[in-house]
C-alpha cells in the first residue's frame, strides 16, 4: 500500500533545474518513469516511494521535498486573530472605564480590572502589530486598528439593545458598520499581502 504524500512541485523542479537535468534524467536517474516525473511535477503529490526515490536521487531529506505552503499560511494567519482579539479586550477595557471615588476599595479594584484587560489586550496584540510592521502591512493595520472598536462597539450596543438594557442609538449602528466595513477590508489586505 502507497502512501500519498504532498510534494513541494516548486522544490522538485528547482532541485532538477540546478542539477542540470531535463524530466527524463532525472527519471532516469531515480528509477521512475518520466510520466511519473511529469506527475509530481505538475500535482504535487507522490506515494511513499516515489518521495524516497526523488530524495535519495537529490540526496536530501524526504521532508525537505514536502510541501509547506500550509505551516505558512497559518503563521501568517494567527497573528491577525492575535490583533483583532487584542484589540476587543483593549477597546472593552477602555471603554468600561469606572468612576473614581475616593477611598472607595471597589472603585479601586475596577480600575485596576480595566487597565490589567488593557495590559492583556495589548500584550495579546504585540506580536501581531511587529509581524505586520515586518511584513509592510501598515494599511492592513490602520485599518483593524480603526474597524475593530468601532465593531466591538456595535457588538456590545445590539447586546444591550438585545437584553432590553438600552435604547436604540443609529449613530452607534451607523459606526459599527463602518467599523466592520472596515475589519473586512483590513483582512482583504491581510490576505492579500500573503
Known sequence: MNNQVNISKEKIRQ?????????????????????????????GAASLNTAMSLAATFEVDVSELQHTCRTETS??????????????????SLATQPLQLPDDPYSTYMSFMSYFLAGLGILIMTPSVISAFKQKQFFALVLASMGTPLNTILVVGVSYLTLGLGKPMWELFALGLGGACLLLMSLKEFNKSK
Open 75 to 92: 503563521r501568517k494567519q494567527k497573528p491577525q486573530y492575535g490583533l483583532y482579539i487584542g484589540l476587543v479586550i483593549l477597546t472593552l
Open 15 to 43: 532541485l532538477r533545474i540546478s542539477k542540470g537535468w531535463p524530466q527524463e534524467q532525472l527519471a532516469l536517474a531515480s528509477g521512475l518513469s518520466v510520466r511519473t516525473v511529469q506527475r509530481v511535477e505538475s500535482e
